[in-house]
């Protein structure tokens, strides 16, 4: 069945650096993968998916991830954190033909000024 | 265009009395999905409509929990009798249909605390 590990439950960056939040995947097969973010107080948004086509994926707010089959990682990375960045961030993969969302655990990313 | 609509946005009862939550969803979405987000976890999926049908309600904990959509637009979620550990964020979310695209709107949520 396939799933979704998120490696870091938090993670703290200083406005302006890189921002890397790890996930890895388990599936049988290529799989369906996405990040959605949860801001305090507000509905998750989805920021990226990955659907067997290119294997860079690029998403709103500057945000990207590289979908890895050699390691089955689809890691998310952006080049320079903002305080509006601050959020809650899933992996989530797809499962089965009725878009079924499995999701991670979850990151908690932190933007220090 | 509106959002996936929710309410109440909180919610706190004594366990073993029930609650109702409501929802909404984008105009013309045919599927619905219930989801449980308790603290600390992901999202956790209670049950998925099509139109006013079931599609999916494996993880739903019917001794408790029932759901209807009636007209295959809006949608409510009951708990009867609560317990202290469904206090969590109910989501509600919808997309155009079943196809596997993996993009879900979701609301705003309702958080629950069973007391």
């Known amino acids: 069945a396939q799933s979704v590990t998120q490696l870091d439950s938090h993670v703290s960056v200083s406005e302006g650096t890189p921002v890397l939040l790890r996930c890895n995947y388990s599936?049988?097969?290529?799989?369906?993968l996405f990040w959605y973010v949860q801001h305090p107080n507000k509905g998750l948004q989805l920021l990226l998916k990955?659907?067997?086509?290119?294997?860079l994926v690029k998403g709103i707010n500057g945000f990207e991830a590289e979908f890895k089959k050699s390691e089955t990682s689809f890691h998310l990375t952006k080049p320079s954190a903002h305080m509006s960045d601050a959020a809650e961030y899933f992996c989530?993969?797809?499962?089965?033909?009725?878009?079924?969302?499995?999701f991670g655990t979850g990151t908690l990313l932190a933007v220090q000024p | 265009e509106a959002g996936v609509a929710q309410s109440p946005r909180y919610k706190i009862i004594e366990k073993r009395q029930s609650v109702a939550f409501w929802c909404n969803p984008i105009?013309?979405?045919?599927?619905l999905y219930w989801y449980q987000q308790i603290l600390g976890q992901g999202p956790k999926l209670l049950i998925q409509?099509?139109?006013?049908?079931?599609?999916?309600d494996s993880q739903l904990p019917k001794d408790r929990f029932s759901a209807e959509r009636l007209k295959g637009v809006d949608s409510t979620l009951k708990i009867q009798p609560a317990k202290l550990e469904d206090s969590a964020v109910y989501l509600c979310?919808?997309?155009?249909?079943?196809?596997?695209?993996?993009?879900?709107?979701f609301g705003p949520g309702t958080r629950l605390l069973v007391l």
């Open positions: 409509f099509q139109n006013n049908g079931v599609v999916d």
């Open positions: 979310a919808s997309s155009p249909g079943t196809g596997n695209s993996g993009t879900q709107y």
């Open positions: 990955y659907t067997s086509a290119a294997t």
């Open positions: 599936s049988s097969y290529s799989p369906s």
């Open positions: 989530v993969v797809v499962r089965g033909a009725t878009n079924k969302l499995i």
């Open positions: 105009s013309g979405h045919a599927t």
